[in-house]
């Protein structure tokens, strides 16, 4: 089946640094990357949305300069979180689709710790 | 946009019980509605999901009930075993345009044995 490789899985970066968390779908063409962020107890929050080739689309509340996406192939999507603080600390998640819609294949997520 | 509420928040039942849990949606467009089963630090695992030409769907102890009308979708566990205690998420989008996935509060269901 789909699988999308997630990676880190966990980091731990020190405040007013960046990090990049990268999401590969593996046997299949991602068109369509969706992002999305969980705090401890709580529901998954949707980011933005990425297709490949275009500019990101963020949801209302997400800062697109503070969370710069990159869709620049149809296998690979970047999340990078730039000038990282404490609040940023949460399991950042993707899920991808291809072509045909079939289905939303989550990436293993990747627990940020910003100190 | 879409909007989905999921109910209870924590819901516990004894081993061999049944569970329900509830979800209502505001974009009546959206026409698909998983359900996710996700462990502590994990993915969320696909366990169910429903389109919106059904009312119903079934797959061993779990079903999923869907009533387009009022915009309401229901989880239902039968025959509840300890493994099945998990965070359970509703979701909702509009599938074939590529749409995006949104999702409930999520409930913690514990099934004491």
């Known amino acids: 089946g789909a699988v999308v490789s997630q990676h880190p899985s966990r980091v731990i970066c020190k405040s007013g640094t960046s990090v990049k968390i990268e999401c590969r779908s593996l046997?299949?063409?991602?068109?369509?990357m969706f992002w999305y962020r969980q705090f401890p107890k709580q529901s998954l929050m949707l980011m933005a949305t990425?297709?490949?080739?275009?500019?990101?689309?963020?949801e209302q509340g997400v800062e697109k300069d503070k969370f710069l996406i990159n869709h620049a192939s149809l296998t690979l999507s970047t999340l990078t979180v730039t000038s990282a603080h404490p609040e940023d600390s949460s399991f950042y998640i993707c899920?991808?689709?291809?072509?045909?819609?079939?289905?939303?294949?989550f990436g293993s997520g990747t627990r940020l710790t910003v100190v | 946009g879409e909007n989905v509420e999921q109910h209870p928040s924590t819901l516990s039942v004894q081993e061999g019980d049944s569970a329900v849990i509830k979800c209502t949606y505001s974009?009546?467009?959206?026409?698909?509605f998983p359900w996710y089963k996700q462990e502590l630090g994990k993915r969320p695992q696909l366990i169910i999901d429903?389109?919106?030409?059904?009312g119903e769907k079934k797959d061993q102890r779990i079903a999923v009930t869907l009533n387009k009308t009022a915009k309401h979708f229901s989880l239902h566990i039968t025959e509840t075993q300890p493994e099945d205690s998990a965070v359970y998420f509703c979701?909702?989008?509009?599938?074939?345009?590529?749409?995006?996935?949104?999702f409930g509060q999520g409930t913690e269901l514990s099934v004491k044995p």
């Open positions: 899920s991808a689709r291809d072509s045909l819609g079939a289905g939303y294949t």
């Open positions: 046997d299949f063409q991602a068109t369509t």
């Open positions: 990425s297709n490949e080739g275009s500019k990101a689309t963020y």
């Open positions: 974009d009546s467009a959206s026409n698909y």
């Open positions: 429903i389109r919106s030409n059904v």
């Open positions: 979701a909702a989008s509009l599938y074939n345009q590529g749409g995006k996935l949104i």
